[in-house]
């Protein structure tokens, strides 16, 4: 573990260099961070060099389908009080931006690292990781993505036995099924605002009950686990009935929640709970995410939304009527193609505000909109859309494409 000797071979330090220069030369062309090209032409070289990079790290692994690159960047802020961190922090989460990340520093004590919901039961059988973090399941890029029972079963199969500490949502039914196969679990009640994709029972298939925040199976028994950590209100609850306050510059309640398992992760690796919150206030967003930038003399907030979950808890967030919101979709490789998760989303929430629409699937939004209700107009770019706003606030809401389109437009 940590504290070995220079762990990589010449053939490893070799790849290193390699992926770095391929990296240099993507970023030089203007092609993006050229982390997961260099990532690829390293492993391609030396197919262990995962394993290598993170023979000398204690790693903690954080994978979910929502709040996983915003997690990720609260346990390194927390765990920073340890030692020094290394994190794939712009969200590349899949072996080859993973490596990519972890060859950048040689120094790092922690490696904090966000993974792909697909790719977790391989990652972790990669780097030994201490702890994993699992927050929540729920259906996203419908067109490529298992439906969440078998990505849940996946997890299961993946991690069964074990080392590592799990931190695990108690109130995602699917992420205490997947997680019950491990030894040793640490249970955290963070809630569960979507639980459209966990109405049946992930171990037999029968309806899950739901009385109050409790959940068990009528059929097989299976049921909500006690906790050790909880979120109430604004403070984390921990083992010992302590209550500790949350201090987030991010909003909302799903940020308290990966505040709290961020909390109870980071008391795996010795970080008391007061040391690891007052940490985390030093985040003021993520990747963009939640950055208000001027642009054409308005105030816009940047927020992404990727799948009906991410829609939910990304309308609670936003400012009240009338103020002008604004959404963008677009169903390129990494949105996932399948637009049909719109028709989940609760559209009605936005009643009140102006919205304005654009995108690659503007249309297909659109089209949504008109079935919810909305008053919207569809427009054919940004500029277009913030110029028919009133000076002020106005909250944007991207899915991830389009939410990269929306920080170069802006200079964000």
């Not at 030369?25 to 690829?40: E, Q």
């Not at 108690?170 to 109405?199: E, F």
């Not at 010795?270 to 939640?290: C, H, I, N, S």
């Not at 919207?376 to 110029?387: G, I, N, R, T, W």
Request: proline share 6%.
């Amino acid at each position: 573990m940590a504290g070995n000797s220079d762990p990589l071979t010449p053939r490893a330090k070799l790849a290193v260099t390699a992926g770095k220069a391929v990296a240099a030369a993507s970023r030089a062309a203007g092609r993006g961070s050229g982390s997961v090209i260099g990532g690829r032409v390293a492993l391609k070289l030396d197919p262990d060099l995962l394993a290598r990079l993170a023979q000398s790290l204690d790693v903690v692994l954080v994978s979910a389908t929502n709040g996983k690159t915003t997690t990720t960047r609260l346990i390194a802020e927390a765990l920073r009080a340890a030692g020094p961190v290394v994190s794939n922090a712009l969200g590349a989460n899949m072996p080859a931006g993973i490596t990519s990340a972890l060859a950048g520093n040689s120094d790092a004590k922690f490696g904090v690292i966000e993974v792909d919901e697909k790719y977790l039961a391989g990652v972790a059988r990669d780097t030994d990781p201490k702890c994993i973090a699992l927050l929540n399941l729920s259906r996203d890029q419908l067109d490529r993505a298992a439906e969440t029972r078998m990505m849940a079963e996946a997890w299961r199969e993946g991690l069964a036995g074990t080392k590592a500490v799990i931190v695990a949502n108690c109130d995602d039914p699917l992420v205490v099924w997947a997680a019950s196969s491990s030894p040793n679990v640490i249970w955290v009640a963070v809630g569960q605002m979507w639980k459209d994709d966990a109405w049946s029972c992930p171990s037999c298939g029968g309806v899950m009950q739901r009385p109050g925040d409790d959940w068990f199976c009528g059929e097989c028994g299976f049921r909500r686990p006690t906790p050790s950590w909880a979120l109430s209100g604004d403070h984390v609850l921990d083992p010992h009935g302590s209550a500790w306050p949350i201090h987030l510059q991010l909003p909302g309640r799903a940020n308290k929640a990966n505040a709290a398992s961020s909390a109870a992760v980071a008391a795996v690796f010795g970080v008391p709970p007061q040391v690891a919150l007052e940490r985390m206030y030093q985040v003021q967003a993520v990747a963009g995410r939640y950055d208000v930038v001027q642009f054409m003399e308005r105030d816009l907030r940047l927020l992404l939304a990727k799948n009906p979950a991410g829609w939910l808890e990304t309308f609670s967030l936003i400012d009240p009527p009338p103020s002008p919101v604004i959404l963008s979709v677009n169903a390129r490789g990494a949105d996932g193609t399948d637009t049909s998760w719109l028709w989940d989303v609760d559209y009605t929430r936005l009643t009140g505000h102006p919205i304005f629409v654009l995108g690659d699937r503007k249309l297909d939004l659109a089209v949504r909109l008109e079935v919810a209700n909305q008053h919207f107009q569809v427009c054919d770019s940004l500029d277009q859309a913030v110029q028919m706003c009133p000076p002020g606030r106005i909250e944007v809401i991207a899915n991830y494409t389009a939410f990269q389109d929306l920080r170069r437009r802006v200079g964000n």
